[in-house]
């Protein structure tokens, strides 16, 4: 027929016997239908998975919250094509890279000696003796003089030439060979047990030392994922945390492909929502975080409707005790209100705990504890096949210097229970005194600041209520204090140390001073018709005031970056 194409005869034989041959059941037609059935179930799968997620996403934070989370990521992902934009790029560049060089220049100083390749011969004893002595008189903050918030938590001479001694003693000390060091192995295990005493472990429980806090976090965030893939089959693990929570949970969450749900902590006790943790929790759910304190506040969540919580729903419960360490302990002891908050609350599964803040143990030792051995194991590392012979370690460090574990074990041993609670009868008072001086003693300071929530321990934050808060850091950065400035909201914290208990007032005095500095200025600035200052920024704002209001924080990740960068540049 014109106008039409015909089928070629064995192209339509062939056609034809094929559809009689599938008709019979033949192979193909067979795979055939195997391959539609295989689409299918996995087209079943994906919507069945995805249909999950929407409905945990829908529990957990509501038609409302699911409503603002999905407008915040929209929000912030436009304004990033936004920031890469060529013009907008290249003036972002350009005040990171201003930024950044403000930084190094604080940090590198410009007439100092540097010494970039090795010295052709070494040089005599004597020589390094009197540099050493030059890198540690460099312009700083005086520590020594209380006036730096946390980093040193003792500092008294007489422990510090006894940890000396006893770094000596183990320089050459690794825990990794327990038979050639079986002095340094003895004492890592003492120091693990009067820890765990210390937090009123059961019978069968058990911990490990490491290097810091975050190595601690790390390893229990192991562990619990661990634990979820081995007993539950977990392969996509979630775990939910007060947005306070210490940052190293975060970072567990990127290093183990852990997902991580933020919690509200809302004013006015800023403690963790556990309601909305419930709503949280699903089968893919392997961990509760707790903190005692937080970094932020210092304020201790509560750890025991989370316990209740993690029982109810046979969820491990980590809680983190790092910043509280030797003083939360004490608490009760020395007359102080306290919280529940270890493992005499049956939902806690571990705690993390830093000998080397309020433990007075030099920098670099830590504990992370668990409810049961089999707990521990979960964060053990073996390899049976490996040709150096079989390998196993604790933790992710291999090789450990065993001189700190000598200097932890030696200051645990100097210091002892009544040394502890001396500290923190001296501690915990004088952050009690700093907190009425803030909120009832000073007219001045009692009008402007605000303490945020009920700090328990010896960390406090506060906020302004009319002027801008990075100016009072700024203000007291200038007379030689070393603060913590805070965002969301937008405060400054001070977390009181043995060094501190002796000029906590001249703290008070200053802080006081600067407010009112503060307020005279906006006064001016009302008089001569400027009108106030406003939400105007300071200098120490440059990570926490305009950068970090953005809607994406990528320009606040370059600066950090190139932070960074800068510690490293000789």
Known sequence: MPGTSRMPVSLREGFNNVRNRSRAGSPL?????????????????????????????????????????????????LYGYFLRMPGVRNQVKKQVDEAVGKLQTKLVPLNATRYLTLPKEGWDQDAIRKELQTLADMDHTRWEDGFVSGAVY??????????????????????????????????????????????????GAAGVSTSGGTESILMACLSARQKAYVERGV????????????????????????????????????????????RLINSNTILLVGSAPNFPHGIIDDIAALSKL????????????????????????????????????????????????????????????????????????????????????PGIAGSRPGALIAGCWASLMSTGEDGY??????????????????????????QELEILGNPLVSVIAFKSKTLNIYDIADGMSAKGWHLNALQNPPAIHVALTLPIVKVWEKLAADLEAVVEQEKEKERARVAEGKGAKGKEVGDSAALYGVAGSLPNKSVVVELARGFLDILYKA
């Open 29 to 77: 037609a067979l795979g055939m239908l195997n391959l539609d059935l295989a689409r299918n179930l996995i087209f079943f799968l994906f919507v069945l998975r995805w249909t999950r997620r929407v409905l945990w996403k829908l529990k957990g934070r509501g038609l409302i919250g699911t409503i603002v989370e999905l407008y915040v990521d929209l929000r912030r992902i």
């Open 154 to 203: 003792h500092g008294e001479d007489e422990l510090l030439k006894l940890q000396t001694e006893a770094y000596g003693k183990f320089t050459v000390a690794n825990p990794i060979h327990p038979d050639v060091f079986p002095g340094v192995r003895k004492m890592e295990a003492e120091v693990v047990a009067m820890v765990l005493g210390l937090f009123n472990a059961p019978a």
């Open 235 to 278: 392969t996509e693990p979630e775990m939910i945390l007060p947005e306070t929570a210490h940052v190293a949970f975060r970072k567990a969450g990127l290093y183990f492909k852990i997902k991580t749900h933020l919690v509200a902590c809302p004013a006015p006790t800023y403690q963790a929502d556990t309601r909305a943790i419930a």
């Open 310 to 393: 993690a029982v109810k729903k046979s969820v491990p419960l980590h809680v983190d005790c790092c910043l509280g360490s030797f003083l939360v302990p004490f608490l009760s002891r020395a007359g102080f209100e306290t919280q529940p908050f270890d493992f005499r609350l049956k939902g806690v599964t571990s705690i993390s705990c830093d000998t080397h803040k309020y433990g007075f143990a030099p920098k670099g030792n830590s504990t992370v504890l668990y409810r049961t051995q089999q707990l521990r194991s979960y964060q053990y590392y073996v390899d049976p096949a490996w040709s150096g012979g079989v390998y196993a370690s």
């Open 421 to 446: 609670l001396q500290s923190c009868i001296e501690i915990v008072g004088a952050t009690k005194k700093l907190i009425a001086h803030i909120t009832t003693t000073s007219p001045v300071l009692a």
